[in-house]
T-cell receptor, first 111, second 111 residues
Framework: QKEVEQNSGPLSVPEGAIASLNCTYS??????FFWYRQYSGKSPELIMF????GDKEDGRFTAQLNKASQYVSLLIRDSQPSDSATYLC???????????FGGGTRLMVKP | DAGITQSPRYKITETGRQVTLMCHQT?????MFWYRQDLGHGLRLIYY???????DKGEVPDGYVVSRSKTENFPLTLESATRSQTSVYFC??????????FGSGTQLSVL
């Protein structure tokens, strides 16, 4: 059974701080990794994806992947109250499979 | 350009009734998906479709039926609704299996 684990939170950070969201996965053969953001009462939206070990930056967001340790992280710099949402990690073992989603981490950014 | 639309937005039904949730996308994406989202379980895949007339089971298919006679439509039917099927249902589409675009969701209550 493939598993994707996230701390449910809430993770509370002050405005302007760095928010660090973590995700671990059980399948060592996993190849692609995604972060979706879901505002309360809304649908998930894709914000980042990463395929290779290391960091990938997009604006205030950085995805970090460490396949040896089987974790993927999302850093949000200069956090804003508008970043308050649930962040879902999703993992795919290979191109032939469907995504497996974690339960999500709720982030609260306090002004 | 609506992208992906789901209907109805909210639905209340009784146990034993048949319910159909509709999903329509205008992007001509090959893949379409149905997920349910419940507290404590995250997003779980019910069924997916790789193309018109091709469907396959996901993680939790029991009690659900899908069809895809046209690329743009992917209805989900609960043949005899049960209380355990009370959930928020999300339809999604993608050109491949990973970068999903989600509809706004249907909140279903089975009494």
């Amino acid at each position: 059974q493939k598993e994707v684990e996230q701390n449910s939170g809430p993770l509370s950070v002050p405005e302007g701080a760095i928010a660090s969201l973590n995700c671990t996965y059980s399948d060592r053969g996993s190849q692609s990794f995604f972060w979706y953001r879901q505002y309360s009462g809304k649908s998930p939206e894709l914000i980042m994806f990463i395929y290779s070990n290391g960091d990938k930056e997009d604006g205030r967001f950085t995805a970090q992947l460490n396949k040896a340790s089987q974790y993927v992280s999302l850093l949000i710099r200069d956090s804003q109250p508008s970043d308050s949402a649930t962040y879902l990690c999703a993992v795919n073992e290979n191109a032939g499979n469907m995504l497996t989603f974690g339960g999500g981490t709720r982030l609260m950014v306090k002004p | 350009d609506a992208g992906i639309t789901q209907s109805p937005r909210y639905k209340i039904t009784e146990t034993g009734r048949q319910v159909t949730l509709m999903c329509h996308q205008t992007w001509s994406h090959s893949y379409m998906f149905w997920y349910r989202q419940d507290l404590g379980h995250g997003l779980r895949l019910i069924y997916y479709s790789a193309a018109a007339d091709i469907t396959d089971k996901g993680e939790v298919p029991d009690g659900y039926v899908v069809s895809r006679s046209k690329t743009e439509n992917f209805p989900l039917t609960l043949e005899s609704a049960t209380r355990s099927q009370t959930s928020v249902y999300f339809c999604a589409s993608a050109q491949g299996r990973e970068k999903l675009f989600f509809g706004s969701g249907t909140q279903l209550s089975v009494l």
